[in-house]
C-alpha cells in the first residue's frame, strides 16, 4: 500500500533549527512535496523535490533520498510565525498526492 | 495568492439532507480538486477535474457526486449527508497534473448532525 509517515509534534526553541522528518512508500514515486499549513488555513506550498539532494530557499531546506524512501524539512532561524503543521505528501505513479497526516510544529519563545 | 474561492465558508445541516459546496476560481487553471481534511488524517482526495466535464473518482468518493460545467466552477455534491461527512473540506486548482504545486482555496467547515 501507499503511505506517508511523519511525525504528530514537534517542538522547538524561536531562533533554533528544527528538522522534520518524512519516509514515504508509494507506487512509483514522482516526486515529494512539503506544505505548510497554520491552524484553521488552508495549506500553502513550500517545496517540491523530485532530485536527490538539498534544496535552499531562504530559511527553508528540503531533502530527498529516493534510495531511502525518505525527506525532510529544514526549518532555521526559527520564528513563532512558523508555529504551523507541516504536510508531507509523496506523488506516485498516477500523479496522484499522497499525504502524510502533518506535523504540528509548536515554537516556544 | 491564487484566486480562488469557496461558499459557503461554514455551514450546518441535518442528516439525509443534500447539501452543494462551490468551488471558484479565477486563475484558468485546467486541474481541480476537492479534498476532506479530518483531525489525525492526511488531506484526502474525494474527487478532481481535468477539464469542463472531465471529472474522476479520487480515494474517498462513496457519497459524494462532482460537476464542471464551466472551467472557473467545481461543485461538490453530497447526495444525503451523513455525520461521517463531517469535515472540512478544500478545494484546490493546478495547472497541469502532479507537479505543479497545487493552490488551495480557504475551506468549508461543515458539520453534520
Known amino acids: 500500500g501507499q503511505n506517508i509517515d511523519q511525525p504528530t509534534e514537534m517542538t522547538a526553541t524561536e531562533g533554533a533549527i528544527v528538522q522534520i522528518n518524512c519516509t514515504y512508500q508509494t507506487s512509483g514515486f514522482n516526486g515529494l512535496f512539503w506544505y505548510q499549513q497554520h491552524a484553521g488555513e488552508a495549506p500553502t506550498f513550500l517545496s517540491y523535490?523530485?532530485l536527490d539532494g538539498l534544496e535552499e530557499k531562504g530559511r527553508f531546506s528540503s531533502f530527498l533520498s529516493r534510495s531511502k524512501g525518505y525527506s525532510y524539512l529544514l526549518l532555521k532561524e526559527l520564528q513563532m510565525k512558523d508555529s504551523a503543521s507541516y504536510l508531507c505528501a509523496g506523488l506516485d505513479s498516477n500523479y496522484q498526492l499522497i499525504w502524510g497526516a502533518g506535523t504540528k510544529l509548536i515554537i516556544k519563545p | 495568492d491564487a484566486g480562488i474561492t469557496q461558499s459557503p465558508r461554514h455551514k450546518v445541516t441535518e442528516t439525509g439532507t443534500p447539501v452543494t459546496l462551490r468551488c471558484h476560481q479565477t486563475e484558468n487553471h485546467r486541474y481541480m480538486y476537492w479534498y476532506r481534511q479530518d483531525p489525525g488524517h492526511g488531506l484526502r482526495l474525494i474527487h478532481y477535474?481535468?477539464?469542463?466535464?472531465?471529472?474522476d473518482k479520487g480515494e474517498v468518493s462513496d457519497g459524494y457526486s462532482v460537476s464542471r460545467s464551466k472551467t472557473e466552477d467545481f461543485l461538490l455534491t453530497l447526495e444525503s449527508a451523513t455525520s461521517s461527512q463531517t469535515s472540512v473540506y478544500f478545494c484546490a486548482i493546478s495547472r497541469g497534473k502532479g507537479r505543479d504545486e497545487q493552490f488551495f482555496g480557504p475551506g468549508t467547515r461543515l458539520t453534520v448532525l
Open positions: 523535490n523530485v
Open positions: 477535474s481535468y477539464g469542463v466535464k472531465d471529472t
